[in-house]
C-alpha cells in the first residue's frame, strides 16, 4: 500500500462527523463507533442550549463530542463561562468557535475573533479550539476580510475546518495559500457526507456556496441526478494526490452529514472497503 493509499485509509477511519442539533440527532449517531469524534452544530433559531443538550445523550453514547460556539448567539461572558462549563462536562476539552447565523448579535461577540479573545482573557480555553476556513469565496465577506480574519483567529486556535466546497483543485490550491501567508494549523477539509441531494443543494445554496455549485452541476451534472444521494467520492478523489506532500498538509476529513449518518457511516465504510481490496 502506497503512502498516499495509507493516509487515505488513516484518514477515513478518524473522520469527524457533524450533525445538526434537532430531534432525533442522538438516536441517528448510534450507527457510530464508540470513540468517533462528533461536532454539534450551533443553530441561531435554537440557541446554544440544544447544541449542549444534544451534545451532552452523544457524549454519554460513548462519542468524542466538539459543540459549536456561535458567538452571535452569546450574550455576555457570564454566558459564555456557563457554556464552557459545559462543554467541559462533556469530557473532551474541545470545542469549535464560528461567528454564528443571527443577523444580530445577541451580545458582546460580533464574531468569532472576539469570543476566542474573550475566553483567552478569562482564561477559560479549552485543551483545544477549532476555526473555520473558506476555500472558495465567502456569501457575505470579501476575500480580503476571510484572509484577515483567519490570520487573526489562527494565534487562539488548534485547528481549522473547511467549509464545503466541491472543487477538489479550489481546495488544494486554497491550503497552498493559507500555508504561503504562514497560517500552518492543522486542516481538515469539510466533505458533504452521502446526503440526499436536494437537501445539499438547499443547504448549500443557504450558505452562499455558488462558485462551488457552479462546479458541481457542470462537472457531475448534478441537476439530472437528483434521486441518486451525492457521495463525495469524486472530491476525495481529486484529493488524493495531496495526501503525502510534506507536513503541514491535509490534516483529516470532516464530514457534513446534515444528520443522514447511516448514508455517511456507510460510504466510509465502503470507501474503506475498497481500500482494503486495492493490491499491495
Same mark, same amino acid.
Not at 482564561?123 to 476556513?133: A, L, N
Not at 479550489?170 to 481538515?188: F, S, T
Given at each position: 500500500?502506497?503512502? +498516499?493509499? %495509507?493516509? $487515505?485509509?488513516?484518514?477515513?477511519?478518524?473522520?469527524?462527523?457533524?450533525? #445538526?442539533?434537532?430531534?432525533?440527532?442522538?438516536?441517528?449517531?448510534?450507527?457510530?463507533?464508540?470513540?468517533?469524534?462528533?461536532?454539534?452544530?450551533? +443553530?441561531?433559531?435554537?440557541?446554544?442550549?440544544?447544541?449542549?443538550?444534544?451534545?451532552?445523550?452523544?457524549?454519554? +453514547?460513548?462519542?468524542?463530542?466538539?459543540?459549536?460556539?456561535?458567538?452571535?448567539?452569546?450574550?455576555?461572558?457570564?454566558?459564555?463561562?456557563?457554556?464552557?462549563?459545559?462543554?467541559?462536562? #462533556?469530557?473532551?476539552?474541545?470545542?469549535?468557535?464560528?461567528?454564528?447565523?443571527?443577523?444580530?448579535?445577541?451580545?458582546?461577540?460580533?464574531?468569532?475573533?472576539?469570543?476566542?479573545?474573550?475566553?483567552?482573557?478569562?482564561?477559560? =480555553?479549552?485543551?483545544?479550539?477549532?476555526?473555520?476556513?473558506?476555500?472558495?469565496?465567502?456569501?457575505? *465577506? +470579501?476575500?480580503?476580510?476571510?484572509?484577515?480574519?483567519?490570520? &487573526?483567529?489562527?494565534?487562539?486556535?488548534?485547528?481549522?475546518?473547511? %467549509? !464545503?466546497?466541491?472543487?477538489? =483543485?479550489? !481546495?488544494?490550491?486554497?491550503?497552498?495559500?493559507?500555508?504561503?501567508?504562514?497560517?500552518? *494549523?492543522?486542516?481538515?477539509?469539510? *466533505?458533504?457526507?452521502?446526503?440526499?441531494?436536494?437537501? $445539499?443543494?438547499?443547504?448549500?445554496?443557504?450558505?452562499? #456556496?455558488?462558485?462551488?455549485?457552479?462546479?458541481?452541476?457542470? %462537472? /457531475?451534472?448534478?441537476?439530472?441526478?437528483? #434521486?441518486?444521494?451525492?457521495?463525495?467520492?469524486?472530491?476525495?478523489?481529486? @484529493?488524493?494526490?495531496?495526501? &503525502?506532500?510534506?507536513?503541514?498538509? !491535509?490534516?483529516?476529513? /470532516? $464530514?457534513?452529514?446534515?444528520?443522514?449518518?447511516? =448514508?455517511?457511516? %456507510?460510504?466510509?465504510?465502503?470507501? @474503506?472497503?475498497? !481500500?482494503?481490496?486495492?493490491?499491495?
Amino acid at each position: 500500500m502506497d503512502t +498516499s493509499t %495509507q493516509r $487515505l485509509q488513516e484518514m477515513l477511519c478518524r473522520s469527524r462527523f457533524e450533525v #445538526l442539533p434537532v430531534r432525533g440527532a442522538a438516536e441517528r449517531a448510534a450507527v457510530l463507533p464508540a470513540g468517533s469524534a462528533v461536532t454539534v452544530t450551533a +443553530s441561531a433559531a435554537k440557541g446554544p442550549d440544544a447544541t449542549m443538550d444534544v451534545a451532552a445523550r452523544l457524549a454519554e +453514547s460513548g462519542l468524542h463530542v466538539v459543540p459549536h460556539l456561535a458567538a452571535r448567539s452569546i450574550p455576555d461572558r457570564a454566558r459564555l463561562a456557563e457554556l464552557l462549563d459545559r462543554a467541559a462536562a #462533556l469530557g473532551s476539552d474541545e470545542v469549535f468557535v464560528v461567528a454564528g447565523d443571527s443577523p444580530v448579535p445577541a451580545g458582546e461577540f460580533p464574531d468569532a475573533l472576539a469570543l476566542l479573545r474573550t475566553m483567552e482573557e478569562l482564561g477559560r =480555553r479549552p485543551g483545544k479550539v477549532g476555526i473555520t476556513g473558506y476555500p472558495e469565496r465567502h456569501a457575505f *465577506l +470579501s476575500d480580503a476580510a476571510t484572509i484577515r480574519a483567519m490570520a &487573526d483567529k489562527a494565534r487562539y486556535a488548534d485547528y481549522v475546518v473547511s %467549509q !464545503i466546497c466541491y472543487d477538489p =483543485r479550489r !481546495i488544494a490550491d486554497w491550503l497552498g495559500e493559507v500555508r504561503a501567508r504562514g497560517v500552518l *494549523l492543522p486542516v481538515h477539509i469539510g *466533505l458533504p457526507g452521502a446526503v440526499d441531494v436536494t437537501k $445539499l443543494l438547499r443547504m448549500s445554496m443557504k450558505i452562499g #456556496l455558488g462558485e462551488s455549485l457552479r462546479f458541481l452541476r457542470k %462537472q /457531475h451534472g448534478l441537476v439530472t441526478r437528483l #434521486l441518486a444521494p451525492y457521495t463525495p467520492d469524486a472530491l476525495v478523489d481529486g @484529493l488524493w494526490p495531496h495526501l &503525502d506532500e510534506p507536513a503541514p498538509g !491535509i490534516a483529516g476529513w /470532516h $464530514l457534513f452529514t446534515f444528520n443522514e449518518l447511516d =448514508r455517511t457511516v %456507510q460510504w466510509r465504510d465502503d470507501a @474503506l472497503a475498497r !481500500i482494503q481490496e486495492v493490491p499491495a
